[in-house]
């Protein structure tokens, strides 16, 4: 890789600070439903359905989802880490607890997002954003077991917060021999944890909330 400029150093520094900013304000206009705030932090193009693109298809697409499932919610950002294709775009992974109010029931969740972030006229956006849940559940009662996507009204069924990483699945298919010591693995490249981790793998089929 070669050396960057300073010019370019400090455009990566602040583009990380741009990119982690957006992921504070995506919960902030979602929990607040300021729904113009919302959808202008994606591209103008974004991808909605399999047909549809355009911040006004999505923000009608979010106004559904908020008023047909929840009467409130609060998303809390949790570790945030960035790595960049090219100066003007990056992926990313965030995770987040969140909290909805559900009717009678208080709806508790573990997710995590898979990010494309993409800088669109000066701007940092995102192209895309793929949620992968661990669970959900009310407060009450505990995700213990399997099919921890539990909302009220709603048939059980299995998140994707492991699939999109294939250690987690091989990690439990094999357990090692303790009579020799494992092999380690070079590190990652400075710039590819994300992709090191991901082995390649397909994104996962999300399935709608």
């Known amino acids: 890789m070669p050396?960057?400029?300073?010019?370019?150093?400090?455009?990566?520094?602040?583009?990380?600070?741009?990119?982690?900013?957006?992921?504070?304000?995506?919960a902030l206009s979602l929990d607040m439903r300021d729904l113009d705030a919302h959808v202008n932090l994606f591209a103008p193009d974004i991808r909605v359905g399999r047909d549809k693109t355009?911040?006004?298809?999505l923000?009608?697409?979010?106004d559904?989802?908020?008023?047909?499932?929840?009467?409130?919610?609060?998303?809390?950002?949790?570790?945030?880490?960035?790595?960049?294709?090219d100066?003007?775009?990056?992926?990313?992974?965030?995770?987040?607890?969140?909290?909805?109010?559900c009717g009678r029931e208080w709806v508790i969740m573990q997710m995590l997002y898979w990010d494309d972030y993409e800088r669109v006229?000066?701007?940092?956006?995102?192209?895309?954003r793929l949620p992968c849940y661990w669970y959900a559940s009310d407060l009450n009662a505990p995700p213990i077991g399997d099919m921890k996507m539990r909302w009220p009204g709603r048939e059980p069924y299995r998140g994707t917060f492991h699939e999109l990483f294939p250690s987690w699945q091989a990690f439990w298919a094999q357990r090692p021999d303790r009579d020799t010591l494992p092999e380690v693995a070079a590190p990652a490249p400075l710039n590819g944890f994300l992709k090191a981790m991901r082995r390649g793998a397909a994104d996962p089929k999300i399935r709608v909330r």
């Open 3 to 26: 050396e960057m400029t300073l010019e370019e150093r400090i455009d990566r520094l602040e583009s990380f600070e741009s990119i982690r900013q957006l992921a504070g304000r995506y």
């Open 54 to 57: 355009g911040r006004a298809h």
């Open 59 to 62: 923000k009608a697409w979010v």
């Open 64 to 85: 559904d989802t908020l008023r047909d499932q929840f009467t409130g919610t609060s998303h809390h950002i949790g570790q945030h880490i960035i790595e960049f294709t």
């Open 87 to 101: 100066p003007d775009h990056a992926v990313g992974v965030v995770y987040s607890k969140n909290e909805h109010e």
């Open 121 to 128: 006229d000066g701007v940092w956006v995102f192209r895309r």
